[in-house]
C-alpha cells in the first residue's frame, strides 16, 4: 500500500482491506456492512507525528501512527435478526485489535439499502395497500414513500428497529420525473419492522384543524382534492424563469491563490490546515495554523437534530439527527461546477462503503474556492481625500447533504485577517402534512392547498478542538457590565465593566447578549506583548432559540446537546458526538457532551473541547414553499489579542479591473 498521512481518509485500497479482515473474523457468515473509514489515531500519538512534520524532520523511516479502520456492520444469525457490531482494523498489520458487540438497546445509523427496503415492502404490504385503498387518486397520479427514521419508541414500545415513512401522490402527467409530490400529502405513515422487514401497521395522522382534537382524521376519497401543484424545477414554472438576469462570472485569470498537495494539505494566505472526510460528520478540519502558529487542531459539525412541534400522535416522533441517525458525509452531494461553487474550484472525492464492503468512490464530495466577500477594511483620509481599501476574500471548504426533503450547505470559510467562519445553510423542501380544505393549524402554517408545513426547529452543534499556541489551553468567559453611577468611577454614567472568569469545570454556558458573553479560547503560558493579555481566540455564541421540547419528553431526554448554547469538556479519545456515538430511536442522549459535562473535570490549562449550538426555530411562511430561500447562520471565531497588529493590513488594495460603469456606453448598447 502507498503510505498515506494518517489524517487522510481511507484509500478504496485500504477500504477492501479492511472488509477482508472483517470477513475473515466471521467466516461462514452473512454480514451487511454499514460503513468503514478512518479511526483517526489516538491524539498523543498524532501530535507527536505533527510536530516532527512542522519541523521538517519526516523520513521514509519515520514511525508513524497506526492506520486504524473504524467498520461498523452487522452480523445476520440465524433467526435473522441482525446484531450490531464494531470491529478496529489495523491495516499495516491486516488484523483486527478491538472487537465489540453493541448493545441491543443501541441502533446503528441508517442505510439507504434499509430505506429501499421500505420502499419495496410497502409496496407488498396488504396493509399498506388496505390503507391507500381509501383513496382514490386522480388518474395520473402515483404513490411515493418518503422512509423516515423512527424517532424515539413510544411509552412500553419494544426496543426493536422501525422505520416510518410519510407518503405523497406525484402527479406523473407532465412525464416529468422532477414534479414536486410534496405538493399532495396522503395522510398515512406505514412502519416497519427492520428485523422481520415487514409493515407491522399504518398510521393514520390527523388532518384537522385548529381546534380539532389530536386525532381528527379525514376518511374522504378524494384526499388531494384540495391540493395544488407547485414546482419548482425550471421547466415546470407556469410563467418560466426571468429573463432580464445577466450573467455574474467569477473570473480568476490567473488561476487561484491557494495549492492542495500531499493528498489534503491546504495552504492559502498564511493559512495551513487539512482538510478530511468521513461518513458521519462530512467534511473535517485538521491541525490549523497561521502564519506558523497553531490555532486549532479539529473543527467539525458533530451534530444536528430536527424536532417536530406537532404533539398529534404520530407527528410526535418526528425528530431525526441528521448526522447520528444518517450520516452528514453518507448524504453528501456529487457538486456541480458553477453551480454549488464558483471560480477556480479543487474538489476532493471521498470514499463510501456498499453493503457488501465494497469501497465506493464518492466523487466531488467537498469543494474548496475562494470568495470575494465585500470589504475586508478601508480607511478615507478626508484631508487628502484618499481611501484606503482592502477586499474580504475568503478561502472555502463547502460540502453539502440532501436528506430527504431537506439541504444543508455547510461550510468552513478562512479569511485573511486570522478568522474562521463555520457557516451552516438551510434549504430545499418542507416537510408537509395534509390538511383539510379551509383549515388552519396552531401546529404550523399552511403554505399552499391542502399543505401544512408543520413548526419544527433545526438545532445545529460545532465541535471546536483549540490548540492556541499549544494543546494546553483554558476557556474564559468575558462579559460587558453596565455600572450605576457614582461620584467616585462612573459620575457620568458612561462606564461599564469588563468581566473575565476563567471556566474551572466541565460545563455549559448560555449565551447572554444583553452581556455581550463572549467565549475566549486562550493559551493561558503565553500573553500578548502590547495588550498583556493571553493570546487567544472568541466568539460570541448566537442567541438562537434552545430545545423547546419539554425538559422531561422523549425529544429533550435523547438531545440534551440542543438545550444550551456552549458546552466545555476535557478531551477524550473518539468523543466526537455531542449527541452520544448511537442517536437512531434513541430515547436518552448516552455519551454525547451532556455525559461529558456531569465527569466533571478540570479544564483549566488542560486539552479542552468547546461545543457551540446555534440554530432556528422554523415557524414556517409561505414564502418558504415550494423550495425555501437559504436560512444563514454563522459561527465566527475571531483571533483576540493573538497578534500584534491587524494580520491583514497586508492585504494588496489593487481595483479589481473587471469592475465597470453600469450606465457605461458598452452597457447602453447591450440594451439597443
Same mark, same amino acid.
Not at 47 to 58: D, M, Q, Y
Not at 193 to 205: K, S
Not at 495 to 502: A, L, M, N, R, S
Given at each position: 500500500?502507498?503510505?498515506?498521512?494518517?489524517?487522510?481518509?481511507?484509500?478504496?485500497?485500504?477500504?477492501?482491506?479492511?472488509?477482508?479482515?472483517?470477513?475473515?473474523?466471521?467466516?461462514?457468515?452473512?454480514?451487511?456492512?454499514?460503513?468503514?473509514?478512518?479511526?483517526?489515531?489516538?491524539?498523543?500519538?498524532?501530535?507527536?507525528?505533527?510536530?516532527?512534520?512542522?519541523?521538517?524532520?519526516?523520513?521514509?523511516?519515520?514511525? /508513524?501512527?497506526?492506520?486504524?479502520?473504524?467498520?461498523?456492520?452487522?452480523?445476520?444469525? @440465524?433467526?435473522?435478526?441482525?446484531?450490531?457490531?464494531?470491529?478496529?482494523?489495523?491495516?499495516?498489520?491486516?488484523?483486527?485489535?478491538?472487537?465489540?458487540?453493541?448493545?441491543?438497546?443501541?441502533?446503528?445509523?441508517?442505510?439507504?439499502?434499509?430505506?429501499?427496503?421500505?420502499?419495496?415492502?410497502?409496496?407488498?404490504? $396488504?396493509?399498506?395497500?388496505?390503507?391507500?385503498?381509501?383513496?382514490?387518486?386522480?388518474?395520473?397520479?402515483?404513490?411515493?414513500?418518503?422512509?423516515?427514521?423512527?424517532?424515539?419508541?413510544?411509552?412500553?414500545?419494544?426496543?426493536?428497529?422501525?422505520?416510518?415513512?410519510?407518503?405523497?401522490?406525484?402527479?406523473?402527467?407532465?412525464?416529468?420525473?422532477?414534479?414536486?409530490?410534496?405538493?399532495?400529502?396522503?395522510?398515512? *405513515?406505514?412502519?416497519?419492522?427492520?428485523?422481520?422487514?415487514?409493515?407491522?401497521?399504518?398510521?393514520?395522522?390527523?388532518?384537522?384543524?385548529?381546534?380539532?382534537?389530536?386525532?381528527? !382524521?379525514?376518511?374522504?376519497?378524494?384526499?388531494?382534492?384540495? +391540493?395544488?401543484?407547485?414546482?419548482?424545477?425550471?421547466?415546470?414554472?407556469?410563467?418560466?424563469?426571468?429573463?432580464?438576469?445577466?450573467?455574474?462570472?467569477?473570473?480568476?485569470?490567473?488561476?487561484?491563490?491557494?495549492?492542495?498537495?500531499?493528498?489534503?494539505?491546504?495552504?492559502?494566505?498564511?493559512? /495551513?490546515?487539512?482538510?478530511?472526510?468521513?461518513?458521519?460528520?462530512? =467534511?473535517?478540519?485538521?491541525?490549523?495554523?497561521?502564519?506558523?502558529?497553531?490555532?486549532?487542531?479539529?473543527?467539525?459539525?458533530?451534530?444536528?437534530?430536527?424536532?417536530?412541534?406537532?404533539? /398529534?400522535?404520530?407527528?410526535?416522533?418526528?425528530?431525526?439527527?441528521?448526522?447520528?441517525?444518517?450520516?452528514?458525509?453518507?448524504?453528501?452531494?456529487?457538486?456541480?461546477?458553477? +453551480?454549488?461553487?464558483?471560480?477556480?474550484?479543487?474538489?476532493?472525492?471521498?470514499? *463510501?462503503?456498499?453493503?457488501?464492503?465494497?469501497?465506493?468512490?464518492?466523487?466531488?464530495?467537498?469543494?474548496?474556492?475562494?470568495?470575494?466577500?465585500?470589504?475586508?477594511?478601508?480607511?478615507?483620509?478626508?484631508?487628502?481625500?484618499?481611501?484606503?481599501?482592502?477586499?474580504?476574500?475568503?478561502?472555502?471548504?463547502?460540502?453539502?447533504?440532501?436528506?430527504?426533503?431537506?439541504?444543508?450547505?455547510?461550510?468552513?470559510?478562512? %479569511?485573511?485577517?486570522?478568522?474562521?467562519?463555520?457557516?451552516?445553510?438551510?434549504?430545499?423542501?418542507?416537510?408537509?402534512?395534509?390538511?383539510?380544505?379551509?383549515?388552519?393549524?396552531?401546529?404550523?402554517?399552511?403554505?399552499?392547498?391542502?399543505?401544512? =408545513?408543520?413548526?419544527?426547529?433545526?438545532?445545529?452543534?460545532?465541535?471546536?478542538?483549540?490548540?492556541?499556541?499549544?494543546?494546553?489551553?483554558?476557556?474564559?468567559?468575558?462579559?460587558?457590565?453596565?455600572? $450605576?453611577?457614582?461620584?467616585?468611577?462612573?459620575?457620568?454614567?458612561?462606564?461599564?465593566?469588563?468581566?473575565?472568569?476563567?471556566?474551572?469545570?466541565?460545563?455549559?454556558?448560555? @449565551?447572554?447578549?444583553?452581556?455581550?458573553?463572549?467565549?475566549?479560547?486562550?493559551?493561558?503560558?503565553?500573553?500578548?506583548?502590547?495588550?498583556?493579555?493571553?493570546?487567544?481566540?472568541?466568539?460570541?455564541?448566537?442567541?438562537?432559540?434552545?430545545?423547546?421540547? %419539554?425538559?422531561?419528553?422523549?425529544?429533550?431526554?435523547? @438531545?440534551?446537546?440542543?438545550?444550551?448554547?456552549?458546552?466545555?469538556?476535557?478531551?477524550?479519545?473518539?468523543?466526537?458526538? =455531542?449527541?452520544?456515538?448511537?442517536?437512531?430511536?434513541? !430515547?436518552?442522549?448516552?455519551?454525547?457532551?451532556?455525559?461529558?459535562?456531569?465527569?466533571?473535570? =478540570?479544564?483549566?490549562?488542560?486539552?479542552?473541547?468547546?461545543?457551540?449550538?446555534?440554530?432556528?426555530?422554523?415557524?414556517?411562511?409561505?414564502?418558504?414553499?415550494?423550495?425555501?430561500?437559504?436560512?444563514?447562520?454563522?459561527?465566527?471565531?475571531?483571533?483576540? %489579542?493573538?497578534?500584534?497588529?491587524?494580520?491583514? *493590513?497586508?492585504?494588496?488594495?489593487?481595483?479589481?479591473?473587471?469592475?465597470?460603469?453600469?450606465?457605461?456606453?458598452? +452597457?447602453?448598447?447591450?440594451?439597443?
Amino acid at each position: 500500500m502507498v503510505v498515506l498521512h494518517p489524517l487522510a481518509i481511507l484509500s478504496e485500497e485500504e477500504t477492501n482491506s479492511a472488509r477482508d479482515v472483517v470477513k475473515a473474523a466471521h467466516p461462514n457468515t452473512v454480514i451487511d456492512f454499514r460503513e468503514i473509514y478512518l479511526q483517526e489515531p489516538p491524539k498523543a500519538q498524532l501530535l507527536e507525528f505533527l510536530a516532527l512534520e512542522h519541523a521538517g524532520r519526516l523520513s521514509p523511516t519515520t514511525p /508513524r501512527p497506526p492506520r486504524l479502520a473504524l467498520c461498523q456492520y452487522d452480523v445476520i444469525g @440465524a433467526d435473522r435478526i441482525p446484531q450490531y457490531q464494531e470491529s478496529v482494523v489495523d491495516l499495516v498489520a491486516r488484523s483486527r485489535i478491538e472487537h465489540i458487540v453493541v448493545e441491543r438497546e443501541h441502533h446503528a445509523a441508517l442505510t439507504l439499502t434499509e430505506f429501499d427496503t421500505l420502499v419495496d415492502q410497502c409496496m407488498k404490504s $396488504p396493509l399498506f395497500q388496505k390503507a391507500l385503498a381509501d383513496f382514490k387518486l386522480p388518474e395520473g397520479f402515483e404513490v411515493v414513500i418518503e422512509p423516515w427514521p423512527y424517532g424515539g419508541l413510544d411509552i412500553g414500545e419494544d426496543n426493536r428497529r422501525y422505520f416510518q415513512a410519510l407518503c405523497f401522490a406525484q402527479d406523473k402527467r407532465s412525464g416529468n420525473p422532477d414534479s414536486n409530490f410534496y405538493s399532495f400529502p396522503l395522510p398515512i *405513515i406505514p412502519v416497519m419492522d427492520a428485523h422481520t422487514q415487514q409493515i407491522i401497521r399504518v398510521d393514520r395522522p390527523a388532518t384537522g384543524g385548529k381546534g380539532d382534537g389530536l386525532v381528527e !382524521q379525514t376518511f374522504k376519497q378524494d384526499i388531494i382534492g384540495h +391540493c395544488k401543484p407547485s414546482e419548482y424545477v425550471p421547466e415546470l414554472l407556469p410563467e418560466g424563469t426571468r429573463k432580464d438576469l445577466k450573467p455574474l462570472n467569477v473570473v480568476q485569470p490567473e488561476g487561484p491563490s491557494f495549492r492542495v498537495t500531499n493528498e489534503s494539505l491546504v495552504e492559502w494566505q498564511k493559512w /495551513r490546515f487539512r482538510v478530511a472526510f468521513n461518513p458521519r460528520e462530512g =467534511a473535517t478540519i485538521h491541525d490549523v495554523w497561521y502564519d506558523g502558529r497553531s490555532v486549532m487542531h479539529r473543527l467539525a459539525i458533530s451534530e444536528m437534530t430536527v424536532p417536530y412541534a406537532d404533539p /398529534r400522535p404520530p407527528f410526535h416522533r418526528k425528530q431525526a439527527f441528521d448526522f447520528g441517525d444518517g450520516g452528514g458525509g453518507n448524504m453528501a452531494n456529487n457538486l456541480s461546477l458553477g +453551480c454549488d461553487c464558483l471560480g477556480v474550484i479543487k474538489y476532493l472525492d471521498a470514499v *463510501i462503503t456498499q453493503a457488501d464492503g465494497t469501497a465506493q468512490k464518492l466523487p466531488n464530495a467537498i469543494c474548496l474556492h475562494e470568495q470575494d466577500n465585500g470589504i475586508g477594511w478601508k480607511h478615507s483620509n478626508w484631508r487628502t481625500g484618499r481611501a484606503v481599501v482592502t477586499r474580504n476574500r475568503e478561502f472555502v471548504v463547502q460540502f453539502i447533504i440532501t436528506l430527504a426533503n431537506y439541504e444543508y450547505i455547510f461550510a468552513y470559510k478562512f %479569511d485573511q485577517s486570522g478568522g474562521i467562519t463555520v457557516e451552516a445553510r438551510a434549504t430545499g423542501i418542507l416537510n408537509v402534512v395534509n390538511i383539510d380544505a379551509g383549515k388552519v393549524s396552531e401546529y404550523g402554517n399552511v403554505v399552499s392547498g391542502g399543505v401544512l =408545513a408543520q413548526n419544527h426547529q433545526h438545532i445545529f452543534c460545532v465541535r471546536i478542538d483549540p490548540a492556541i499556541d499549544g494543546q494546553k489551553n483554558s476557556v474564559v468567559v468575558e462579559e460587558s457590565h453596565p455600572v $450605576p453611577m457614582n461620584a467616585a468611577t462612573n459620575p457620568n454614567g458612561n462606564f461599564y465593566k469588563v468581566t473575565k472568569e476563567t471556566v474551572q469545570r466541565a460545563s455549559w454556558i448560555d @449565551a447572554a447578549p444583553q452581556l455581550n458573553r463572549t467565549i475566549k479560547m486562550v493559551n493561558p503560558h503565553k500573553t500578548n506583548p502590547i495588550s498583556g493579555n493571553n493570546v487567544g481566540y472568541k466568539f460570541i455564541p448566537l442567541a438562537t432559540q434552545t430545545l423547546l421540547a %419539554d425538559p422531561e419528553s422523549v425529544q429533550a431526554r435523547r @438531545a440534551q446537546f440542543a438545550q444550551h448554547h456552549v458546552w466545555v469538556t476535557k478531551h477524550r479519545e473518539n468523543e466526537f458526538y =455531542a449527541g452520544g456515538r448511537y442517536t437512531l430511536q434513541s !430515547q436518552v442522549e448516552v455519551g454525547g457532551v451532556a455525559d461529558a459535562v456531569k465527569r466533571g473535570d =478540570a479544564v483549566e490549562d488542560t486539552d479542552v473541547v468547546v461545543w457551540n449550538t446555534f440554530g432556528i426555530t422554523h415557524n414556517p411562511r409561505v414564502e418558504d414553499w415550494p423550495v425555501m430561500p437559504v436560512e444563514i447562520f454563522q459561527l465566527m471565531i475571531r483571533p483576540a %489579542d493573538f497578534f500584534v497588529a491587524n494580520p491583514s *493590513i497586508d492585504v494588496p488594495s489593487n481595483k479589481n479591473g473587471s469592475s465597470r460603469l453600469a450606465d457605461s456606453e458598452c +452597457c447602453r448598447k447591450s440594451h439597443i
